[in-house]
């Protein structure tokens, strides 16, 4: 069956690190999304991608970076970890941007900045 | 205020109860999504709708286009239907999805 997984599920940081959320699905999926969800907050959206050497920056993009070097994956890079990133983190999938397409989530990756 | 704007936020109800829970949303959209988020953290897509109403088992979900209102309902509850209940609304016909905060429902059995 197609999925869409995510590593590491749980991690510890230290506040300045550099840390890298992975994220591959098997859907082959054109879009691929990053969220983050918080308490009081709904899920919003860090990048995203419509296919191949496409990024683009979301809602709360700063100190979030992504690329995409193939259709599974889209790798979320932390460049210098803070506090303020703890969170949980959702990577989704969707087929196209068409609005007839369910999206897929992850599991999440919970991410804690000590 | 946002966007898309949930009631309630949390919902208690015993089970067998028939339960409903709202979404509204202020921008226009192509589509608006029905999540279920269970307390380990996935997140499911249980519906995808642009107009009139779906059923799956004992969900439906509704929507009214010109009232920017959508339900989701839940017949003869079950303490397993404990979960976050989320609605995204897509912005546009490729506009990316905007979340409600959603709401919280505990059924007990």
């Known amino acids: ?114 | 205020k946002n966007e898309v704007e949930q009631s309630p936020q949390n919902l208690t109800a015993q089970e067998g109860e028939f339960i409903t829970i709202n979404c509204s949303y202020s921008v226009g959209i192509s589509a608006l999504h029905w999540l279920q988020q269970h307390p380990g953290g996935g997140i499911v897509s249980l519906f995808m709708l642009s107009s009139g109403k779906k059923k799956h088992g004992r969900l439906i979900a509704t929507i009214n286009i010109q009232e920017k209102h959508s339900s989701l309902h839940i017949t003869a509850s079950h303490p397993r239907d404990s979960a976050v209940y989320i609605c995204a609304a897509r912005r546009g016909s490729q506009g990316n999805l905007i979340f409600g905060k959603g709401t919280k429902l505990s059924v007990k059995p």
């Open chain 1, 1 to 114: 069956d197609a999925e869409i997984t995510q590593s590491p599920r749980h991690k510890i940081t230290e506040t300045g690190r550099q840390v890298t959320l992975a994220c591959h699905q098997t859907w082959n999926h054109n879009n691929m999304f990053w969220y983050r969800q918080d308490l009081g907050h709904g899920l919003r959206l860090i990048h995203y991608s419509y296919g191949v050497h496409d990024t683009n920056k979301g809602e709360v993009s700063d100190g979030y970076s992504v690329s995409r070097s193939n259709t599974e994956d889209l790798p979320l890079t932390l460049e210098s970890a803070a506090s303020s990133q703890t969170s949980v983190y959702f990577c989704a999938s969707s087929r196209g941007t068409d609005s007839g397409n369910t999206i897929y989530f992850g599991e999440g990756s919970w991410l804690t900045v000590v």
